[in-house]
Structure formats: C-alpha cells, structure tokens
C-alpha cells in the first residue's frame, strides 16, 4: 500500500502501522528507509529488525540505525557522556554509536547502538507518537545500491512490506548521515563522514558495517 506524506492523517496512518509491527518505508532526511518499531519494552516482541533483513536478504549483517524523536531521548539507552559538540548538531543528519545502558531490552541487540535525531518534523513526530524509536536502513537487497525511486521500491518491495509512505523520488547522489562512535574519554571517531561536517575526520574498524541510512 502506498500513502502520500502530503496527507494530512500520514503521521497517524504511519505512526499506526509501526506501533503494530508493521514494516513500512519512510522518507527520511536522508533517503527511503526500511523501518519498524524498536523492542524497548520487555514484552514487547514484533523482532522487526529480524524482517527487514529477512527482507534485504541473508547476507544483511550490518546494524541498523535507531531514530529518536528527540535529542533528550538517547539518555534513556546509554550512560555515556554526549559531547555538546555532537547534540548541536541534532536534529539532523548525524548518528552516534553509543554503548547500551546495562539492562536495557537493547542488549540483545549488542552492548552498542547507533541513535540518530532525523532533520525532518514529519518523521519525529511519527516516532513521537510511536512512543519507540523506529529502526532505519537504506532499501535495497543486501549489496545493491539504495532505492530512490519509488516505482522501483513498489515494484521491488511492494509485496513484503506493509506500507511505502510516498514523498516523491530522491537525489540518488544524497549524502548519507555521518556516523560517530563514542570512546571511554568522552572523545569521538568518524566512522562514515556524510552530509555533517566534523574536524579532524578519522577513520574506524566500524565504517565496513556501514553503509546508507
């Protein structure tokens, strides 16, 4: 099913089907996404990371990005410090990899997460009235390039998803986000640099795990 974002209930309609555990793609600020509604209730069990790379195919390992509606919200994962250098620049196209809180539900997923505050107030407030964070990853089968036209997400995808949420085609040239991860002195290395600009870019073990978000 394809809904315009232009409508006026496309917050409700897209907030609704992935606070049911439905797969849908979404315009982001960057690209189309594949997403669906985090776990992060103890008996919350829609494992729809699982689908979407059950959807890209099996060679997808890569983690993937998990958006929050607001700067604030990433404190209630991690106790890491975020540089102020870092929360500036949220919302927009920036994710940091950041260690989970002991005991939180993102712990199956691995000790580390990547959060991003998406530069678009559509998208926040259908996370917002999710109440979860959604995850977020470019759509595409395992190893091909992201989709940016929708006629070729249908026609690709419009049978093993729930709902596309239409914006119009993208600029397949589109930055992706820049990635960071967090170090224990409270500094920072440049996993991907994207469309965010920080000093002293360097590189990390991490930037293979990644690609468009």
């Known amino acids: 099913m394809i809904f315009p974002k232009d409508d006026p209930s496309s917050v409700e309609h897209a907030a609704s089907s992935l606070s049911s555990g439905k797969i849908v793609v979404i315009p982001t600020d960057t690209i189309y996404g594949f997403s669906g509604i985090v776990d992060v ?45 870092l929360l500036s620049k949220w919302p927009g196209a920036l994710s940091i990899v950041v260690r989970v809180k002991p005991g939180s539900p993102l712990e199956s997923e691995g000790k580390t997460a990547a959060f991003r505050c998406p530069d678009d107030p559509w998208l926040r407030s259908v996370i917002n009235a999710v109440g979860a964070p959604i995850y977020s990853t470019s759509v595409n089968r395992s190893g091909q390039a992201p989709l940016v036209d929708v006629a070729e997400i249908e026609k690709q995808f419009g049978s093993e998803v729930d709902l596309i949420v239409f914006d119009g085609d993208m600029d397949k040239d589109r930055l992706p986000s820049t990635i960071v991860s967090l170090l224990e002195n409270g500094k920072y290395t440049i996993i991907r640099q994207g469309s965010v600009i920080l000093e002293k870019p360097r590189k990390s073990f991490f930037s293979r795990l990644f690609k468009k978000h």
């Open 41 to 85: 209730e103890m008996d919350s069990q829609f494992h729809t990371g699982d689908r979407i790379r059950q959807i890209k195919g099996r060679d997808e390992t890569k983690p993937f990005i998990h958006l929050i509606a607001n700067p604030e919200d990433i404190r209630v994962y991690t106790n890491d410090t975020i540089p102020e250098e």
